[in-house]
């Protein structure tokens, strides 16, 4: 670091204590220093006329910037963990053997010189007769990365890792020149004395190449434009045109996401697409753990994380809408009951998300599979049916957006190792404005049984579309029966009217899921048969929000307003989603997610 017009500085190390100071040569200048998570040390200047931080200077200009070095690890510093540091791209190649007396050996390691600099306090002195003694020294020294020589008839040698280095300013006297040892590129030479000879023959072999390389690049270019001649004769340019367009669109995704530097404002990291074949081992078969519209899933392991990849397919038709939809919102959204999103990658028509790694998988495979469903206890449904209500009163009311999900269900409901729930797939959501409370579409999208019956007929939708499907989702899980395909096994149209209509005859107790009936708290049950009842009423007037539910649920105290009959519970109250004219209705009779990609 040198003086400047902006501030004064200086560096105090003795045996007792080391510290830096700086002062501002203009006291009105209002500044501030700081140790950024990649390592930079960072100047901001506050600016009075744009009212915001500006980025003075910073240093390191860049990580592992020295020539010679990379990351240690590219999936850590993609996930900003820059602690493991850089090694070398050219490994030292000598160490060992005697300069003066070989025969035939590797091209030695090259020395770097470096002037005016403060030497780490780890060297070795030796006793030389001058300078060119050195270089041999540490050349046969395998542990040798640097020397210096003190002009004192004495070299200094230094092992392992330099420390503390630093570069002073120029005319400063107490400088020292170093030479850091870096690994050699050039080729085998057949002897010590064919180092001319070598230099000629390479000069010669790289003039050769580098016109050969000319002469074929020119070709290819005029290859190229007889190709693409062709293929306009041939009516291909639209094949041309559609490649520029689909590469113009994901340029469009990546200045959406983020700045070129692999950020946006919610510093979600880019990962290369490398990082993200290593850990799937090439998206190999056995690291796929599920598959939905938008595409396959895979697990990975990045440093300290076990990850969800969640891979678009190039056949999927809602796939770049969904994905749009997750980066905008997802990414903005922290909840202990929201899945995480950690990251993505855009690269070679790749559209790709990490998210953290749900173990448990989804709730549907336990709720509704008979050797799995045990393994839910009642204790650890009402927690996750809290859960659930949890995060959708966040992005309903708490979070940064206000968020309407359309596609809640139990497969889109993840449990962590500890059986928490987490909501995922906002691929359906939309946004709506702090003061808006409801909107009308032109396309519904979601899931046949899920869907409320003001946006399933009308596109209608508000807060109370989400309050509906939890409603559906509540009873489901007190139930352990699966709505979708009711009507097949217990002659009912839904869940809800066949519950509704054993609650009517005081039979409540013959919902509950007889896996849990014995040991399950009876009134706990039942406030939650009933509370699933108020949330899928008719009219979205009649449904209680968010919040009421969550209130319902932690207090046992409150009693519960009485409910009408549910909705779609029987043929009178039924009308068939694709009798509207008003809207476009996608209905998928196996409970998968279903979906016509509009603009939000």
């Known amino acids: 670091m040198r003086l400047n017009h902006m501030y004064n500085h200086s560096y105090v190390t003795n045996k007792n204590e080391s510290y830096f100071t700086y002062s501002l040569n203009n006291p009105k200048t209002i500044s501030r220093l700081v140790m950024h998570t990649s390592g930079q040390i960072q100047q901001f200047t506050w600016s009075e006329n744009?009212?915001?931080?500006?980025?003075?200077?910073?240093?390191?200009?860049?990580?592992?910037?020295v020539y010679g070095f990379e990351p240690k690890s590219e999936i850590e510093w993609n996930l900003r963990a820059y602690s493991s540091g850089?090694?070398?791209?050219?490994?030292?190649?000598y160490c060992g053997t005697d300069v003066s007396t070989s025969a035939k050996y590797r091209e030695p390691d090259v020395f770097q010189e470096i002037r005016i600099m403060s030497l780490p306090e780890n060297k070795q002195s030796v006793v030389v007769g001058n300078i060119s003694e050195c270089h041999p020294i540490c050349l046969n020294n395998c542990s040798c990365t640097a020397y210096a020589y003190d002009s004192s008839t004495r070299c200094s040698i230094f092992t392992g890792d330099l420390l503390n280095l630093q570069q002073l300013g120029t005319g400063e006297r107490n400088g020292t020149t170093l030479y850091i040892r870096l690994g050699?590129?050039?080729?085998?030479l057949k002897s010590v004395n064919a180092n001319k000879r070598s230099l000629v023959i390479a000069l010669v072999s790289g003039t050769a190449g580098l016109l050969t390389i000319t002469f074929g690049y020119f070709l290819w270019k005029k290859t190229w434009g007889k190709e693409r001649e062709r293929r306009r004769k041939n009516g291909e340019t639209k094949t041309l045109e559609k490649e520029r367009k689909h590469r113009k669109k994901y340029d469009e995704i990546l200045s959406n996401v983020g700045d070129g530097g692999g950020k946006n404002d919610t510093e979600l990291p880019l990962f290369s697409l490398r990082s993200i074949l290593a850990v799937t081992n090439n998206f190999s078969e056995a690291n796929k753990v599920g598959e939905g519209g938008f595409g396959p899933v895979y697990k990975g392991i990045l440093p300290g994380n076990q990850v969800a990849i969640k891979r678009l397919s190039k056949n999927s038709g809602q796939g770049h809408q969904e994905f749009m939809n997750e980066l905008k919102l997802i990414a903005k959204l922290q909840h202990t009951n929201l899945v995480r999103l950690l990251g993505c990658c855009i690269e070679e028509e790749e559209l790709i998300l990490i998210y953290e790694f749900m173990p448990n998988r989804s709730l549907d495979k336990f709720l509704f599979d008979p050797s799995e469903k045990l393994e839910l206890d009642w204790g650890k449904?009402?927690?996750?049916?809290?859960?659930?209500?949890?995060?959708?009163?966040?992005?309903?009311?708490?979070?940064?957006?206000?968020?309407?999900?359309?596609?809640?269900k139990a497969s889109n409901v993840l449990l962590d190792g500890a059986m928490n729930p987490k909501i995922s797939d906002f691929g359906m959501a939309k946004i709506f404005e702090i003061n808006q409370t409801e909107a009308n579409t032109n396309s519904v999208v979601g899931t046949y049984g899920y869907m409320s019956p003001e946006y399933a007929r009308y596109g209608h939708f508000s807060e109370k579309l989400d309050v509906f499907s939890f409603g559906v989702l509540l009873l489901e899980i007190v139930s352990g029966k699966k709505n979708a395909a009711f009507h097949r096994f217990e002659h009912s149209l839904t869940l809800a009217g066949w519950a509704w209509e054993l609650w009517r005859e005081g039979r409540g107790m013959e919902v509950i899921d007889a896996s849990v009936k014995e040991t399950c708290r009876p009134d706990e049950a039942l406030k939650c048969i009933q509370l699933g009842f108020l949330c899928v009423q008719e009219d979205p007037t009649d449904r209680p929000t968010m919040s009421a539910v969550i209130l319902m649920l932690a207090n046992e105290a409150t009693s519960l307003p009485p409910s009408k009959e549910p909705a779609f519970s029987t043929h009178r109250n039924s009308v068939a989603v694709s009798s509207s004219p008003q809207t476009t209705p996608i209905i998928s009779n196996n409970a998968v997610t279903i979906s016509l990609p509009e603009g939000r």
């Open 86 to 93: 850089c090694s070398r791209i050219t490994n030292l190649q």
């Open 50 to 65: 744009s009212r915001e931080w500006n980025l003075f200077g910073s240093q390191p200009k860049r990580q592992c910037e």
């Open 184 to 188: 050699s590129a050039l080729p085998l």
């Open 381 to 408: 449904r009402f927690r996750i049916i809290e859960g659930i209500a949890q995060g959708i009163l966040y992005i309903h009311k708490y979070s940064r957006l206000k968020i309407i999900h359309r596609d809640l």
